[in-house]
Every structure is written in structure tokens, then in C-alpha cells.
Nanobody, 123 residues
């Protein structure tokens, strides 16, 4: 069982930037980020293939967020720029136990989930 641990969340002002990090305790394949606000379903934010050749983003964050990874460190990152109040959520790191990106946007696509880190953006 691979453990995922996120860090980097916090409280910022609209227009600010934050960088989330996630470290996995073992090897993983496709990795990504989801987020959730109270009363809403957990939603896809971004994903990256094992080799970093392919990245995917939700429409709401395209052009503002960038996902990257460092396989030597078993880590994935989410650079979040020009943050908006609607980006306020708990952000979850996710990872797959096998290769594949066909359903990168779906919660069931991922085998491992981190405990989450809170991001709060005030106007």
C-alpha cells in the first residue's frame, strides 16, 4: 500500500500563488490532484502521466495551474497561480498503481489518495 502525503496548502489572497507538493512512499504511475468543497463532490483538477509526457487539466484551472512530477523523488507538484476564491477547497493527491491515463478525470481511476491539504483564497 502506497501512502501519499500532501503539503503546501494555506491561506492566501486572490491573485496569489501556491505550490502543492505530494510525496509517495513507493512507486506510482499516473498521478494527479482532486479538490473538494463542503457539500460538493470531489472534482478533478489535474493529472500527469508516468513519463510526464501527458498532462491534463480541468477547464476551470487551465492556464493558471501547472502539474509536474519528479519520479526520482516519487513526488508530484501543483503550481497554482492567479488563485481565485472559487479555488478554495481541500486538495487531494492521487496516484495509480498501474500505468494508464484513459480515465484520468475519474475518481475510480486512482488507487491511492492522500489525506488532503486545505487551500483558502480570500478576495
Amino acid at each position: 500500500q502506497v501512502q501519499l502525503v500532501e503539503s503546501g496548502g494555506g491561506a492566501v489572497q486572490a491573485g496569489d500563488s501556491l505550490r502543492l507538493s505530494c510525496v509517495a512512499s513507493g512507486r506510482t504511475f499516473t498521478m494527479g490532484w482532486f479538490r473538494q468543497t463542503p457539500g460538493k463532490e470531489r472534482e478533478f483538477v489535474a493529472a500527469i502521466s508516468t513519463s510526464s509526457a501527458n498532462t491534463f487539466y480541468a477547464d476551470s484551472v487551465k492556464g493558471r495551474f501547472a502539474i509536474s512530477r519528479d519520479n526520482a523523488k516519487n513526488s508530484v507538484y501543483l503550481q497554482m497561480n492567479n488563485l481565485k476564491p472559487e479555488d478554495t477547497a481541500v486538495y487531494y493527491c492521487v496516484a495509480r498503481a498501474a500505468p494508464g491515463t484513459s480515465a484520468y478525470y475519474a475518481r475510480h481511476h486512482y488507487d491511492f489518495w492522500g489525506p488532503g491539504t486545505q487551500v483558502t483564497v480570500s478576495s
